[in-house]
């Protein structure tokens, strides 16, 4: 017969494995006490200065290569927090058949808060 006690056992066991649905994680703290993790912000421009809402930035993990999407605000405006900062990160924007030159992170950069715009100005390769 099926006991209770086993079923509360293995719910509590899955819920602090590694194999459990990501969690939100708190920022990592350095040993001066400083935060580990950056943001990145900016504006999506277009070639003649005016924000550009909808547009699509993407940011693209030096390591993984994972890539993270963010449609841009009515302002054209666009973040990404918690970002490790023992990675390079690539950065771009498409709207509308154009593309933004991509602009890296550098690990060596020290700053937690990065403002980056993006400008597009170029037609999208296809």
């Given amino acids: ?3 209770v006690r086993y079923l509360l056992l293995f719910i509590s066991l899955y819920s602090f ?8 994680q708190a920022p990592v703290v350095g040993q001066a006490g400083t ?8 504006v999506v421009l277009s070639s003649n200065g005016a924000p550009v809402p909808g547009a ?11 890539v993270r999407s963010y449609v841009a605000q009515r302002d054209g405006a666009y973040h990404f927090y918690g970002l490790s900062t023992d990675v390079n990160w690539q950065l771009r924007a498409e709207a ?11 690990v060596f950069d020290s700053h937690p808060r990065v403002q980056l715009n993006l400008k597009l100005d170029k037609k999208k390769k296809v």
Avoid: C
């Fill in 17 to 24: 494995s590694p194999l459990a649905p990501a969690q939100v």
């Fill in 96 to 106: 509308g058949g154009m593309t933004s030159k991509i602009k890296t992170v550098s």
């Fill in 56 to 66: 699509i930035v993407l940011l693209k993990n030096g390591k993984t290569l994972q």
């Fill in 35 to 42: 935060s580990r993790t950056r943001s990145i912000q900016g």
């Fill in 1 to 3: 017969m099926f006991d």
